[in-house]
């Protein structure tokens, strides 16, 4: 959609944007690395950290997204993801330490508070016309914490977790769960959000409309508008 006419549209009738969280405000790629840093050093964890992260970062995203799914618990979610990187590097190492840092990345995850390029800017700039809410399928003993270490929790009036839901996005009671407590009809509603089929085709599937921030450099496609750089929200609201 042309974005000249997409602003029309939003400024209009949008009065409430829903964002996920992980990727898309909270850079979870760089606050990750920095975490698995400081918990190998700890540990004394000798693998070369780049080789670590090339297999963990798609073998991350795959688990998470069998977590969606259901087809995995968060307790395997935690402990798989770590042990077949080790395995697939012929590391050996034992399970009780794969425990530990599996509790230590969680644990110090959220003292990391880097932000996506402009995510700031665009709060700011959003915050005096709109209510900013946040839809999330992260664990809920970090998520609160992000925000606030990352200094971004007053922005955000209504955040939802996929564990207070009861179900994970693209599940549509997560959505019809946020639009409920943000006491906002789906018409008046828009998601942002890094992941075409848990933000995008989840919201659309309630009758939220949706902008996809294209973090992961994914082909284009016509479910809905895409953005290469967050700042550009500003041409649409």
């Not at 992260?53 to 995203?61: A, D, E, F, S, V």
């Not at 977590?67 to 009780?96: A, G, M, T, W």
């Not at 209510?131 to 992260?138: D, Q, R, V």
């Not at 959505?175 to 509603?189: I, N």
Request: negative net charge; contains cysteine; glycine residues 4%.
């Amino acid at each position: 959609m042309n974005a000249s006419l997409s602003n029309i549209m939003y400024k209009e009738s949008i009065t409430d944007i829903f964002f996920d969280l992980d990727h898309t405000l909270w850079d979870f790629e760089r606050n990750s690395r920095l975490t698995f840093k400081k918990i190998f050093r700890a540990h004394k964890v000798g693998v070369m950290l780049e080789e670590f992260l090339h297999l963990y970062i798609p073998l991350n995203l795959a688990y998470w997204k069998m977590y969606r799914e259901n087809r995995i618990s968060k307790p395997d979610l935690r402990y798989q993801r770590l042990r077949k990187v080790f395995d697939s590097l012929n590391y050996d190492i034992e399970d009780e330490l794969i425990n530990t840092l599996s509790e230590e990345y969680i644990t110090y995850l959220s003292s990391f508070n880097h932000l996506i390029s402009n995510t700031t800017e665009v709060l700011e700039y959003l915050y005096p016309g709109y209510n900013l809410h946040i839809i999330t399928n992260g664990f809920q003993e970090i998520q609160h914490k992000k925000l606030k270490n990352a200094r971004i929790d007053h922005y955000f009036d209504i955040i939802v977790n996929s564990e207070m839901a009861g179900v994970k996005k693209p599940n549509p009671g997560i959505f019809r769960l946020a639009l409920e407590e943000a006491k906002v009809g789906p018409e008046k509603a828009l998601m942002i959000g890094d992941n075409l089929e848990a933000d995008i085709l989840g919201a659309q599937a309630v009758g939220i409309r949706a902008i996809h921030y294209n973090a992961h450099k994914e082909p284009a496609h016509g479910h809905c508008d895409m953005i290469d750089d967050l700042i550009e929200i500003k041409s649409y609201l």
